[in-house]
């Protein structure tokens, strides 16, 4: 049997006593393979105590063979510290996700509102809008892009970045929403922005940067100032 296939079996906890000795034999001998086999140790939130007892056992007995070149312990001490820290940054993350899911909206258009029937000027602008009313977020990326480009004007970037975050495209929006200095140029805007940029960080599962951009909608009288406060006792 091939070591990957041993891995998955241990970590479905379906190794015999002769396929556990085969993946000891395994990870001795090869230490890329003992690498990429401790590395997914680390990210394994479910794994028991229970589970890893045997194993823990075996690499102490290993370690006071003086014969032996590689030393167990150090790796098996901290598979325990490592599942703790693991388990810790999971809930984290969930936290984060969980907050991300419950306050990210689609922010309206308060810009240039379409009615249904209403006959607007075609003009990308319009288009981007039109787009981003319909629910297409890719295409009203795009559009707002190419507005941007003709016409400047801070909340087509600000629509571009919600469009991409609707999207899952965090990244981008982020650096989006960070080449524009809000503040600075006293934009409409800027709680807004500082808001989706609090939401996208909290979904990238960065702590720090969130909370920089929820304490500063907090300290704003924006109408989102409540809900950020809200959010930034969740986080601490």
Do not use: C
């Not at 600075?184 to 609090?198: I, M, R, V």
């Amino acid at each position: 049997m091939n070591n990957q296939k041993l891995i998955e079996k241990y970590f479905n906890n379906e190794l015999s006593k002769e396929e556990f000795k085969q993946l000891e034999e395994f990870l001795e001998s090869d230490e890329q393979l003992k690498d990429e086999f401790f590395n997914e140790l680390e990210i394994k939130r479910h794994i028991s105590q229970e589970k890893h007892s045997s194993l823990k056992n075996r690499l102490k007995e290993l370690d006071t063979k003086s014969k032996k070149k590689f030393h167990w312990l150090p790796y098996a001490a901290a598979v325990v510290l490592l599942i703790g820290i693991a388990s810790f940054i999971y809930n984290s993350q969930s936290n984060h996700q969980k907050l991300f899911t419950e306050n990210f909206e689609i922010y309206p258009n308060v810009i240039s509102p379409i009615t249904r029937g209403e006959l607007t000027q075609e003009t990308t602008e319009a288009e981007a809008f039109k787009l981003y009313k319909q629910g297409n977020y890719a295409e009203s990326t795009k559009a707002f892009s190419k507005a941007y480009k003709e016409t400047p004007k801070d909340y087509l970037l600000f629509y571009k970045s919600v469009s991409l975050l609707a999207q899952n495209k965090t990244r981008e929006s982020i650096r989006t929403l960070e080449s524009y200095d809000w503040e600075k140029n006293h934009s409409d805007f800027s709680s807004e922005a500082n808001w989706y940029l609090g939401l996208a960080h909290l979904k990238q599962n960065q702590s720090k940067q969130a909370q920089f951009y929820f304490e500063k909608v907090a300290n704003s009288e924006s109408h989102l100032s409540n809900q950020a406060k809200k959010i930034l006792k969740n986080i601490n």
